[in-house]
């Protein structure tokens, strides 16, 4: 339930050197000076954030809230979350989400800048430039990944991609399975309900909704442009079931 205040920082940058700053509070409050006046860089070498919430009560209620910073430069490899993974729900007001990316074996999970089990709601801010890469498997969320609902309001999710390169094999009882990623799935995927409203979806890249895809019941889009999204085979390495469907948008079980 504390706030921590960065409003009053002039350095324009930190650098983490010591891997991702780890969040082991259910509920925390991180303000910043403004997305243009301080950046967080994850150094290319980890996540920037990490929510787990109390290790007495984590049950993935945990809430991280942040206004006013940038959360650059994270890399997460095997995993989920450039900037951010949170096993709980995350809402950002007023911050830019850039040049994070997640590489490896993802099966199905991603979220190039953010990804929460639960909700996400971004307000006022900016996803951009990140990366969702599978070597293996699928690879979801260029720029965000949801497990429960997410609202964008006034908002802009552009030039993310996802993206699937490879196979892998799995022997059991003498039988040999083969699997093949479908490829990238959108800039944003929520798997609970999907709400946009005042806000943008540009210049995402995947294979199946290049734009959003919403796995739950639920999809509103108000007042919203979707634009030069790309759903593109060079994104799915399945050679049997090639499909490159949705540029701006899908919704339904994908």
């Known amino acids: 339930g504390d706030t921590i205040d960065l409003s009053a920082l002039t350095c324009s940058t930190i650098t983490l050197t010591s891997g991702a700053i780890n969040v082991e509070v259910n509920n925390l409050t991180i303000t910043g000076p403004g997305s243009t006046a301080l950046a967080i860089d994850g150094n290319a070498s980890d996540a920037i954030f990490n929510l787990y919430g109390d290790e007495d009560t984590n049950d993935g209620s945990a809430t991280l809230t942040m206004s006013g910073v940038t959360l650059t430069n994270g890399a997460f490899e095997g995993a989920s979350g450039g900037a951010i993974w949170a096993y709980g729900n995350l809402d950002l ?14 099966n199905g999970d991603g979220g190039g800048g953010l990804r929460a089990s639960g909700n996400i709601v971004l307000s006022n801010s900016t996803v951009s ?12 969320g260029g720029g965000v990944v949801t497990g429960g609902d997410l ?62 895809v919403g796995l739950g019941t639920e999809m509103t889009l108000q007042n919203s442009t979707i634009t030069g999204n790309d759903a593109s085979l060079d994104n799915q390495s399945f050679p049997e079931n090639p499909r490159a469907e949705g540029g701006g948008v899908v919704g339904g079980n994908y």
Do not use: M, P, Q
């Open 93 to 106: 007001d007023e911050v830019a989400v850039t040049d994070c990316h997640t590489t490896g074996n993802l």
């Open 151 to 212: 609202t964008v309001v006034n908002s802009t999710i552009s030039g993310n991609t996802a993206k699937a390169n490879g196979s892998y094999t799995y022997e059991y009882d003498g039988y040999v399975y083969y699997y093949y990623g479908f490829g990238g799935r959108g800039g944003a995927l929520a798997r609970g309900s999907l709400t946009v409203t005042n806000s943008t979806i540009s210049g995402n890249d995947a294979s199946l909704g290049g734009g959003l």
């Open 129 to 140: 430039g990140n990366s969702a890469d599978s070597d293996k498997y699928n690879a979801f």
